[in-house]
C-alpha cells in the first residue's frame, strides 16, 4: 500500500497561547506551538488557517491529537488520504487534564437515523473497558450518567492513579 496522510487544518488560538501536539501509537510526532496571534479568542477567526499534514507508511496507528497548553485551539476538520478507517462500534470523546477526565461514551450506532428513520433495534454494547491514564495519583468520584434524562445512572471511588472503566 502506499504512503497514507493524516490532514488536520488548525483554524484559531483562543487568548493566549495552545501547543498542538500529536503522538502516533504513544510516541510524541509532533509539538508545534500556536501562539495567539490575533488576541481575539475567536474560534473561527481562521489566525492559521493552515493544513498540518502527517506522513504515514503501510501499518496501523493510533493517533492522540492533544493540547498541552492552558488555551484552547480549533481545528475545521481532519482527513485521512489512502487510509483504511477501522470502525468501532464505541466512540470516546473526552477532555482531561491531570485531576480529571470528562467521557461522553457512546454507541455508534444509535444516532437519529438508526432509531428515528430506520426504526432499527440497535444492539446494547457489553463488556466495554477504556482506561485513563495520565491522571495524578488521588482520590476520585465517578460517575455515569444517563445521557438522555441527565440522571447519574452509577458512582464509584477511585484511588488508582489509572483508572478503567468498565460498562457491562
Do not use: C
Not at 4 to 30: E, F, R, T
Not at 129 to 138: F, P, R, S
Amino acid at each position: 500500500m502506499d504512503k497514507g496522510k493524516m490532514i488536520l487544518h488548525a483554524n484559531s488560538v483562543g487568548k493566549g497561547s495552545a501547543q498542538l501536539v500529536i503522538y502516533v501509537n504513544n510516541s510524541k510526532h509532533l509539538d508545534m506551538p500556536l501562539p495567539d496571534k490575533d488576541s481575539k479568542g475567536d474560534e473561527v477567526a481562521n489566525e492559521y488557517n493552515i493544513d498540518v499534514v502527517l506522513e504515514l507508511g503501510p501499518g496501523s496507528y493510533e493517533i492522540k491529537i492533544d493540547n498541552d497548553e492552558v488555551n484552547w485551539f480549533t481545528w475545521d476538520y481532519i482527513v485521512f488520504e489512502n487510509a483504511v478507517y477501522a470502525k468501532a462500534k464505541v466512540q470516546v470523546i473526552g477532555l482531561s487534564n491531570k485531576t480529571f477526565a470528562m467521557l461522553w461514551i457512546r454507541n455508534r450506532d444509535y444516532n437519529w437515523w438508526n432509531i428515528v428513520v430506520a426504526d432499527r433495534d440497535v444492539e446494547t454494547l457489553k463488556n466495554v473497558t477504556i482506561e485513563l491514564i495520565g491522571l495524578e495519583e488521588g482520590k476520585y468520584v465517578v460517575e455515569f450518567w444517563n445521557t438522555t434524562t441527565g440522571e447519574i445512572v452509577q458512582m464509584q471511588k477511585s484511588l488508582l492513579q489509572t483508572i478503567k472503566l468498565r460498562y457491562v
